[in-house]
């Protein structure tokens, strides 16, 4: 990967493709989007950009809080290092809020808005996740880390940790041992960023850009909650339901994924 150095952080990032920049931002699994930068539907026709936030993998490592406003800051910055003035953007869980931060706060650098099951947990089933997750806190504060990560991630997708496992390793290989490494700035920094993180109302009636929402057909209570929030709220967007899949979606079944992408980012061209 390369090195965008910006003013307070080194960010490492990817570019795949050519054509319209869509700029990819992930959550706790760093390199989950890798099954869309390697489909032909997108790497064909667009420039994938993809990078690791601050506090994953080889990025610069700060103390927290980093908030989910300072990572849109970030995105922002590595937008401008790349003289790309404006991109489609493409967020996962808190990835997906980033991008929809960046989106409120520079609606000029982005032309369209997807967002694969956005994790909004000042949401009532949010709030509930959170009682809920006590017990996967508890396991990381005891020091295994690689259950804590087996816990939340069996959590979130519905599945037992070892088909949850396989189905991470199958499409993006490492993801599981880099997701351990990064432990600490995932129950440290990224989930207490993100609970105190909100879109409200006001602010999501203000994201006048054409969105796309992605939703498993079997995910848990809280996306589904989100979705309809972003249905009832955001005044252009669409959504996409993938027949099949939890919270995963891409990771699961990434051709019904990349094929929604695409038709949506090739009905909204710059």
Known sequence: MQIANLDDVDLEY?????GEPVLFISPVLADGFQPLL????LAGSYQLIHYHRRGWVGSTHTPGPVSIEQHSADAAALLDHLD???AHLAGHSSGAAVAAQLAIEHPDKVHTLTLLE?????LNEGQQFLEGAGPVFEIY???DHEQALAAFMSA???LDWEACREILETN??????????DADTFFGIELPSLAAWTLDTAQATAIVLPTLSVLGSETQPLWVEVAAFLRMNLPDVEQAEIEGVGHLLHLQRPDPVAAAISDF???HSM
């Open 84 to 86: 790309i003035p404006r």
């Open 14 to 18: 990817e570019i795949v493709g050519s």
């Open 172 to 181: 993006a290989p490492g993801v599981v041992d880099q997701s351990i490494k």
């Open 265 to 267: 980012l090739h009905a």
């Open 156 to 158: 979130v997708s519905g």
């Open 141 to 143: 504060a005891a020091g």
């Open 118 to 122: 956005l994790s909004l947990l000042s």
């Open 38 to 41: 390697d489909h032909p539907s």
